[in-house]
Every structure is written in C-alpha cells, then in structure tokens.
C-alpha cells in the first residue's frame, strides 16, 4: 500500500506547476522529495509559500507562541496561543477575546478568498486545521505539513462553506491534545447571504460560548496527562472555563441572544440545559443551520461539536439569572474508570456525567423589543442513500480501543499506510457506517503480515491484560493505584478484577455488570467517541443503539441533534450510525479520527485518499 509515495510525488509537482508550493532553490526541492523523511515517516516537506496568482480578499497573519495569561486570580498561567494581525480584509476578520488565552474569533464570508500566514514561535512543530472548512487537501492542516519552529506556511483557500461556526486548532501528529489544551485554538465563523438574510441576533446579542476544562496545580499552572489512564479515557479538568473564563457570566438584555457554542475540550462531554428547566432552541449544529428550530430538553455536546442555540430571556425580570448546566448522565466511560476514576485519577471533583455549571446569563436590563425566531432557518441540500456511490455497502469506520491502542478500522494511525476502504473517488457521495468493533487491538485483528513496527507494536501481544490483578480498594488510597494497574499483564488472560473489593458503591452498580465476565477488555473498555472526519460535512441518516446499554442511552438520547449537517458525531458505547458523506473537489489526504484529542494522539486516526 504505498502508492503514496507516487501519489506525494504527484501531488508535489502539481502544486509546483500551480505555483502553490514555491521553494527557495534545488536544495529545497531535494528536501520535498521523498529522500528525506521527517517525523513518523512522514515526508519533509518544505512549507508552502504564497502564491502570487492568488489574489486574497483577506489576509492575516496568525502566529502561535508561548504566553502567560492571568486565568485564575494571583500566579499568571503559561499557555501556548494564537495571535492574529489583519493584514487585508474586513476590520472584524478579526476579534480578539479580551484576556483569554483562546485564539481571536475569526469571520469569513462565503466566497472569500483568503490567505492565512502561520507563523511557528512555539518551541515545537505545529501545524493548524480548519476543523469544519471545505479546503483542499494541503490547506487542511493535515500533519505532514507540520512546520518547524522559526519556519512559516502559508495558507490560501476560498470560503466554500455556508455560514456556520467552525474551529481552528493544530494538528501535529500525536501532539495534537496537549497544544490544544495549552490554549491553541480558536472559533472561525463563516457567513453568508442566506443567514444574513434571516436578521438573527448579532453584535452585541450574538455570544460565542467556548466550553473547556482545566486543571491547575497551586501555583496556577496547567496540568495535562500524568499517567496512561488519563490518555485511555482522555483527560478531564476539574475546573469550567468558558472562553478561556472561569465562573463566566454574561449580561443579557430581557431580549433574544444568538449563543454561539463550541464544545473545545480534549476529552469532556456535556449534556447542556437551563437549570430551570427551560428547553434548548435549536437552530444550528457543526455545519451551519437547521431547515427549522428544533426544541429540545437538553443536548449532548462533544468535543469538536458546536450548537447554535437562539436563547429568548424576554420577559424575565431585571436580576434574575439562567444558570446553563451539564445535567447528569451515564455510559459514556468505560465502567471500570467509571468505578476506579476517584482512585486512578487523583480524585476529579468533577466527574463526567456528573451534574455542575458552565455559565451563567444574568438579566441586567428590562426591554421591550425582541427579534422573532424565523419558522423556516435555511435549506438544505439533502443526499438520498440512493444516490451514494455504494448504498449496499457503507464503507466501514471500526472503533476500537484499548489501554495500548486506540485504533480505527482495526490499526493505529500510519502514513502512507491507505487500505482499499480508505480509497474514495473524487466527487463521490459515500454511506459510512460507524461502529464499534470489539476486540480490536486485543488479538482478533490480524497481525500486519509486514511486521513493520507501528501496527505491530500496538496489535501484538494485546492478549492478556492482568491489569487489576491484587489491586487495593479504597478511595483514600489514590496515589499509587495509578501506575500499577495498567500494567501490561503477562498472559494473565482476564483476571482483571481478580482480588477486587467493590466497595464505596457510590458510583451504581452498572460497574460489576460489565467487568463481569465474558465481555472481556471490549466491553470493559468501551466508551462513547465521537468522531470527526475532515472535509464536507455529512448528514446522519441513522442510529442504532445496543440493548445492552439501555439504562444509560436513555440518559442521553433526547440530546442528539440529526436533522443538521454535521462533521463530529458522539458514538456511544454499543451504537452504529450511518452517515452520508459527499467528497467532492479535492483530491488527497484527509483525516477521519476521534476528537478525544487524547485517542487521536494514542492513534485512533487514519487517511482517507480521495483520488
Ligand atoms: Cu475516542
């Protein structure tokens, strides 16, 4: 499987006859060429410079370096951030978020075209993506394009989206989570004629809303994964910024508001509602609007997902306050760090799935005016299953997890290492199945016959884990548990919970249920991942969840949105969804992989090759 190495060629001298890739003299040349390889073997490519028949409509620099940004009070944090500068365009292509870490907001119209000049002043390679925007493949940030430090890449694309909210954030390989946790990222709006037509809140009354979670050491430094349970279930915080805030709190009129709400933590899940009760409006997902509102109680909110929400607090009275919440829900954790997460995780007071605030809207002026929420939102272009290339035969998207391998499709991620699933014709419509597969990385997938290390290292010798074997119990006793418990076991088989006292019972049952027996490390293991594929948005055609997990689906199943175009959806532990997703325009690399930022860097990554 390595036409890549002719595909990177081709590639190659495509973009030079395009005048996309500029190089400085044959050196350069040489080193963009396959003779050198740069990390995971992944081409060293020399970075793209403008192009001078591209003529921008917009042009900023954004630079990523190192800062230090006054989050908690006393001890400033150091943190990694994007900074813009216009240099071309619209004055509000750019919006700085005033003392926070988070990058500026970003706004484009439909149409646009735009050059963006990365600048790398991090100690570290980095590379960013536009998580959301339609963009040929060398614009996507994939990591092959990782620049070195000092080094700078250049960007030029035209805005193909409707209007919508989309992220920017790095993606070099296997450092993805940790830039992204120490503040790289950022919100990039695109608008167009069809939502400017339908007069939403805007300005002052259309608020981006950031959700992240931290944890900080006494001296407000940041704190990022200590141990390899905290990379298998991805990391939490124990602490709720919003827009890089804590305890955020905004001042609305009694009035209609456009919240703008972007779920940008590495790992956690919310399941937002009002504290009172109230339902959520509905009027937008990851790709822009929906055909009509839609009301719901609550709605689940993943990493990478975004939720346009119109939030009506007419008629409430001067200083009252709606409180919006995570509300309590269950399963999307394995049970096993479910049940040990106070003793492996140095007690998070703030477990997943447990009930706590995000932000607060406090009312602090009484109006008498407010917009109307348009009946019909926008239109659009729906795909039948009819007219996919292969309706008999969705191609397949595998999970499968483990603590020493996050794979998809049965391996971990690998350059230049496509299968013939992977292969998608250019300016096809694909049904996609996403699933769980049991027993991935646990000895049912077959060794890679070329034994190259990669694959091998993460597939073999999964068979037996005796993880837990002789564990202590106790919740007093939380250092320490951590190392010894993920202990590749010898062929210990599945004495896992060997020796174990259940004790503390606070954590429902649902633990020794499924530690139980049979079900092996797949079940024990498996968690909800919601999953993110590069390119076109895709709409969700079906889900089906497992009858095993009843009692926890019907904690989240009303906060599901699939009337919308998406691009990162929440599989959950047992469910398969059908996706219908177009890959038109470009030709390349682009990713499919979790957006727990921690398993996209344990491996659960792979490359679609549209060609
Ligand atoms: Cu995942």
Partial sequence: MSNLKNYSRRRFLAQSGLGLVAFAGMPGFLHAMEGMQGLHGMPKLTPNK???????????????????????????????????????????????IADSYLGPLINL???????????????????????????????????????????????EFEVLNRAGMNIYHPHPHEATAKQVYNGLAGALFVHDDEEAALGLPSGDYEIPIVIQDRLFDEQNQLIYARNMHDRMTGFYGDRILVNGRPNFQIDVDSRAY???????????????????????????????????????????????????????????????????????????????????????????TLPVGSDYPIFTARVTKKVSDSPKLPAQLSKINWHQISATANPEKPLPIGISEGPMAMLLNGRPYKFDDIQDIERIKVNTIQLMEISHAHGGGHGKEPAPASGEHG??????????????????????????????????????????????????????????????????????????????????????????????????????RDGFIENGLKDTVLVMPGETVRIIKPFQDFKGLFMYHCHNLEHEDMGMMRDFLVE
């Fill in 258 to 348: 456009r919240l703008r709400v972007l779920n940008g933590s590495t790992a956690r899940i919310y399941k937002l509602g009002w504290d009172d009760g109230t339902p959520l409006t509905v009027i937008g997902v990851d790709g822009g609007l929906l055909e009509q509102p839609q009301v719901k109680p609550y709605v689940m909110l993943a990493p990478g997902e975004r939720l346009d929400l119109w939030a009506d607090f007419s008629g409430r009275n001067e200083g009252s306050q709606l409180v919006m919440r995570s509300l309590p829900f269950s399963g999307v954790l394995p049970k096993m760090a479910a049940r040990m997460g106070g003793m492996m995780m140095h007690a998070n």
């Fill in 50 to 96: 403008a192009s001078p028949n591209f003529k921008p409509d917009v042009e900023f620099n954004l630079s990523c370096e190192s800062s230090s940004v006054s989050i908690l009070p006393g001890q400033k944090t150091l943190v990694q951030k994007y900074s813009a500068k216009l240099i071309k365009g619209p004055e509000n292509t750019i919006t700085e």
């Fill in 455 to 556: 694959a091998e290292k993460q597939n073999g010798g999964m068979g037996g884990m005796g993880m837990m074997g002789g564990m202590k119990h106790g919740d007093d006793d939380q250092k320490g548990g951590g190392q010894g418990m993920m202990g590749m076991g010898h062929k210990g088989g599945m004495g896992m919970m060997g020796g174990m006292k259940h004790g503390d019972g606070d954590q429902k049952g649902g633990g020794q249920g499924m530690m139980g027996m049979g079900g092996g490390m797949g079940m024990m293991m498996t968690m909800a991942h919601p999953i993110h594929l590069h390119g076109q948005q895709f709409q969700i055609v079906s889900r089906s969840a497992s009858a095993n997990n009843e009692a926890d689906y019907a904690t989240v």
């Fill in 109 to 155: 119209q439909k149409g646009q075209k735009v050059r963006i000049n990365l600048y790398n002043k991090l100690a570290e390679p980095t590379v960013t993506h536009w998580h959301g925007l339609h963009v040929p493949a060398n614009m996507d940030g994939h990591p092959m394009y990782v620049i070195d430090p000092g080094q700078t890449l250049v960007y």
